[in-house]
């Protein structure tokens, strides 16, 4: 009932909970078929958690930076990070500003690489008129303890609207 519930609030057609949001940004990971030797672009500022889970499936975490101005990830130096290895660019939106995820998109489908939304700080956030999370092609939200919503102590949800990813 809860993913039902959560599937009507995001607009994702499928919504699956995991018992902790970096739970769901592994099996993100895994869903998109990341392996070992694979690259995942993610930000320099981010919690570790990101990086973690990327190790956990043997993929090297290759870090860009960050806009100043607003701490998320500058999809130019995005693309100046992306090799042959590169699988996944993990995007994070910090501090409840969903990042501009447009560009990052663009960049990821003209070189088909799947991009993951870490929305874990942007429950309920909008981008464009629409929920924070569901332009990428995977999302994760947190519902830890200290997060705007919560499940009592952990908890989180990863969020598709491709079947395929939504089944691994």
Same mark, same amino acid.
């Given at each position: 009932?809860?993913?039902?519930?959560?599937?009507?609030?995001s607009?994702?057609?499928?919504?699956?909970?995991?018992?902790?949001?970096?739970?769901?940004?592994?099996?993100?990971?895994?869903?998109?078929?990341?392996?070992?030797?694979?690259?995942?672009?993610?930000?320099?500022?981010t919690?570790?958690?990101?990086?973690?889970?990327?190790?956990?499936?043997?993929?090297i975490?290759v870090?860009a930076?960050?806009n100043?101005?607003?701490?998320?990830?500058?999809?130019n130096?995005i693309?100046?990070?992306?090799?042959?290895?590169?699988?996944?660019?993990?995007?994070?939106?910090?501090?409840?500003?969903?990042?501009?995820? &447009?560009? %990052?998109?663009? $960049?990821?489908? =003209?070189?088909?690489?799947?991009?993951?939304? /870490?929305? *874990? &700080?942007? %429950?309920?956030? $909008?981008?464009? =008129?629409q929920?924070a999370?569901?332009?990428? /092609?995977? *999302?994760?939200?947190?519902?830890?303890?200290?997060?705007?919503m919560?499940?009592?102590?952990?908890?989180?949800?990863v969020?598709?609207?491709n079947?395929?990813?939504?089944?691994?």
């Open positions: 009932e809860f993913e039902e519930k959560f599937c009507e609030l607009g994702a057609k499928y919504s699956i909970s995991v018992n902790s949001a970096t739970s769901g940004l592994h099996a993100a990971l895994v869903a998109a078929g990341v392996q070992p030797g694979d690259e995942v672009i993610q930000p320099a500022l919690v570790v958690m990101n990086a973690f889970v990327t190790i956990q499936c043997g993929a975490p870090f930076d960050i100043p101005h607003t701490w998320n990830i500058d999809v130096t693309e100046e990070k992306i090799t042959d290895k590169t699988k996944v660019i993990m995007a994070v939106s910090l501090f409840g500003l969903p990042l501009d995820i &447009e560009p %990052i998109l663009k $960049l990821a489908k =003209d070189r088909g690489i799947i991009v993951i939304d /870490d929305s *874990a &700080e942007t %429950i309920c956030g $909008l981008y464009n =008129d929920f999370g569901t332009h990428s /092609d995977l *999302a994760v939200y947190s519902f830890e303890n200290k997060k705007h919560t499940s009592g102590s952990e908890g989180g949800m969020i598709t609207s079947e395929d990813f939504a089944t691994k």
